[in-house]
């Protein structure tokens, strides 16, 4: 009998060992596993994460050099969150790979800008000039939507991102539209007339909007704002929140503003 007992002391301890070392199913807890693209995203997480550490909030991030994986390894499980992507781009993924993901709340914009070498102002845009676009689905379209918001083109009303070249209704100045790798487009520019360049590349190639940028994208309405993205299941998690409260703040705010000069804008009131 005291065998049994003991035995049956052991199989309790073991189950509830195991227990211990699990996720809760619906219970995010500490480390909050981040992932995040390279470059301001994650230069602003590691900031956010040595503030919160002060706190012992505990922080992992997970930095990823494409914009695939980090969405693929949310849903499946080996993030808590990721952090890098605009609403539009998330419901191009979403519809097309089937994730349930759920945007939480928005942290910093990337404006889109246009760059030139070789011109000082719009005004000296000639007809028949290069201009180089990102070649990606959604990217082609932001870029088309900046040049119509700088009075270069028109394009059907009330249309998104889903737009392409071949959607341009009005183009005064003949545009020749080259489609480029986002990555590559400042390392061409000098074999084309202008670029509409994402932030996040300008900034790599010491491209700023405050000194550089002939035309800079909205960033007020949040369209192009990247948010925090988790599971959908996980959603109404506090520990977001938690999070949000040390990356939402003024000093952040302020950390940003300084160290990017326009190129990244935080979108929190």
């Not at 990823?64 to 781009?89: E, H, I, S, W």
């Not at 998330?90 to 990337?110: A, D, H, K, N, R």
């Amino acid at each position: 009998m005291k065998k049994k007992v003991l035995l049956g002391l052991g199989l309790s301890a073991f189950f509830l060992l195991g227990a211990c070392g699990k996720k809760e199913t619906g219970s995010i807890e500490q480390p909050l596993t981040i992932g995040v693209t390279s470059g301001p995203h994650e230069e602003i997480i590691e900031h956010v994460k040595e503030a919160a550490s002060k706190d012992g909030f505990d922080i992992e991030v997970k930095v990823f050099d494409d914009f695939v994986a980090p969405n693929r390894a949310l849903a499946d499980g080996d993030l808590d969150a990721n952090l890098f992507q605009t609403k539009p781009y998330l419901t191009e993924i979403v519809q097309t790979e089937g994730f349930e993901l759920e945007p939480l709340s928005p942290t910093i914009t990337l404006p889109m800008a246009i760059y030139s070498d070789s011109l000082k102002s719009l005004d000296d845009i000639k007809k028949g000039a290069k201009v180089g676009l990102p070649n990606s689905a959604t990217q082609e379209g932001r870029a088309l939507l900046v040049l119509q918001d700088a009075d270069l083109i028109t394009l059907p009303e009330g249309v998104g991102q889903e737009v392409t070249v071949n959607d341009v209704q009005e183009n005064p100045y003949d545009l020749e539209f080259i489609l480029v790798d986002a990555a590559q487009l400042l390392l061409r520019l000098k074999d084309l007339d202008f670029a509409v360049v994402n932030s996040n590349y300008a900034i790599d190639a010491g491209y700023f909007p405050d000194d550089s940028a002939l035309f800079v994208e909205d960033s007020e309405d949040l369209k192009q704002a990247n948010y925090l993205v988790t599971r959908k299941e996980d959603a109404d998690e506090e520990i977001f929140q938690e999070f949000l409260n040390y990356y939402q703040t003024e000093e952040v705010k302020e950390f940003i503003l300084e160290k990017y000069r326009g190129a990244v804008i935080p979108s929190w009131d």
